[in-house]
């Protein structure tokens, strides 16, 4: 790999030379074991150690189809996804590969007993299979996690209604957390020329996440004036949530665990907070009993700091903790905008304050092409900021989701995997001297 990164490191590599670089048989990768998925069995989650899951090693490369892309990784991040498939929870992403496999001829290359993770990048695009015109060696990219075959007709309005839609490097083999990541072109948008290789692998799920869960007519529809609950208000998803209530003109009012990360939300711009180590709330009497009582102090909280107004759109993502809290608090005829669930996924609440007052629960799991496309453009323009806090190298990759498991992060948690260092990567210095502070917002922290 030492002739990509040199010519990478180069910068003026011209395309028909990178089109021309000699490609390894094998490169470095994150994987995880098929032989391995029963190792917690018995243990608790939070006891579930990613550190002895995920390998580093070589794989093979695989095949380049049509429509696809070879990329050099400089960068990519942790996801709560690579979490999951790290813990083998809920399920093993075995399945996903093995009906993946099935699909066709070409699908069979990702049915493996080892499966290569991560669902974010910034590189260098290497080379291109047949069809593709867009994208040509050497251009700076960086990738959206949206896998679709577009073969049905459900997928042509939203192709988050594809039949075949799936998460690349979680429902599909070969994803970002290696050298060499195999993509869809359709997944690749160009690197923000202001930011570091680590900065701007970072948004890419999270980001586009939150736009189509707030601001897409897919999901939230938020306005200005909304008022917008976000829980996790500093956190990977939550950071991009108050920046785009902020940005729309909304009102976000920010649910942080603690006064630095209450501080974090008010370096961007939000005023409305609610510490909850502060206000001490449970939702839950016990592992069975929702407490109304607390639902009802929390939304009086609210008020205070509202003027007196309700929630119009919550941006919910904890799931089963908040969940029955998040119907009670929004208006009638609000939102409840929810992905992820990362305090469990089964939710419980009171269906008469939905019903009764016609809100809307709406789903909401990554974005399509058009919303990515216009997240990574907000970040390009230096309207949206990355949120990293971190970075570790490829070989910490175990140490780093064990944070994400723990929340002992902030923000996204970056991995430098071809970068040799941090602070790689800029092309547009005067653009970043502009943005800094809001660039390194959360680092350190």
């Known amino acids: 790999m030492q002739h990509i990164l040199d010519a990478i490191m180069a910068g003026d590599t011209a395309p028909d030379d990178f089109a021309n670089l000699d490609l390894p048989e094998s490169y470095r990768a994150v994987t995880v074991h098929e032989d391995e998925v029963d190792m917690f069995e018995g243990v608790a989650t939070r006891d ?43 399920v093993s992403t075995f399945g996903f590969l093995k009906r993946y496999g099935r699909l066709s001829e070409l699908t069979k290359r990702h049915d493996l007993p080892y499966h290569v993770v991560g669902s974010d990048l910034a590189g260098v695009v290497l080379q291109t299979g047949p069809g593709v015109t867009k994208w040509k060696p050497g251009t700076e990219v960086v990738a959206h996690c949206l896998s679709v075959e577009l073969e049905d007709a459900e997928g042509h309005d939203d192709s988050m209604m594809d039949p075949q839609q799936r998460i690349w490097g979680f429902e599909t083999n070969f ?46 529809q938020m ?64 592992e069975h009993t929702q407490d109304p009582q607390e639902w009802k102090r929390f939304g009086a909280k609210i008020r205070e700091l509202t003027g007196g107004e309700d929630i119009d759109i919550v941006f919910e993502h904890p799931g089963r903790e908040t969940f029955g809290a998040s119907v009670y608090v929004t208006r009638k005829g609000g939102t409840i905008t929810t992905c992820a669930s990362t305090s469990g996924y089964m939710h419980e609440y009171d269906n008469r304050y939905l019903w009764m007052n016609l809100k809307r629960i709406v789903s909401s799991h990554f974005a399509n092409y058009r919303e990515s496309w216009e997240a990574n453009r907000l970040v390009a323009k230096g309207m ?4 990293l ?24 948690v970056g991995v430098l995997c ?28």
Not at 195 to 208: C, F, H, I, K
């Open 175 to 220: 994803g970002g957390l290696a050298h060499i990541a195999l993509v869809k072109s359709n997944q690749l948008m160009p690197k923000p020329a202001h930011l570091t290789w680590e900065e701007a692998a970072s948004p890419g799920l999270v980001n586009s996440t939150a736009y189509r869960q707030l601001v897409s007519r897919n999901a939230g």
């Open 389 to 412: 806090s971190r970075t570790y190298t490829m070989d910490e990759v175990g140490q780093a989701s064990l944070d994400v498991h723990h929340n002992l992060h902030q923000g996204k």
């Open 48 to 90: 579930k150690d990613p550190r002895k899951s995920l390998h580093v090693e070589d794989v093979a490369l695989p095949e380049l189809g049509p429509g696809e892309a070879y990329v050099a990784v400089m960068a990519s991040a942790i996801n709560y996804n690579t979490v999951w498939t790290s813990i083998f929870e809920p």
């Open 418 to 445: 071809l970068s040799p260092e941090e602070g790689l990567g800029v092309r547009d210095h005067e653009m970043r001297e502009k943005h800094l502070d809001a660039i390194n917002r959360f680092r350190g922290v």
């Open 384 to 387: 949206i900021h990355p949120t």
């Open 223 to 286: 306005k200005q004036g909304d008022n917008v609950l976000i829980w996790g208000a500093s956190g990977g998803l939550g950071g991009f949530a108050t920046q785009y209530a902020l940005n729309g003109g909304a009102v976000p009012i920010c649910v942080v665990s603690n006064e630095e990360k209450a501080n974090i939300a008010r370096s961007m711009g939000a005023e409305l907070i609610i510490n909850r180590s502060e206000e001490g709330y449970k939702f839950w009497k016990d």
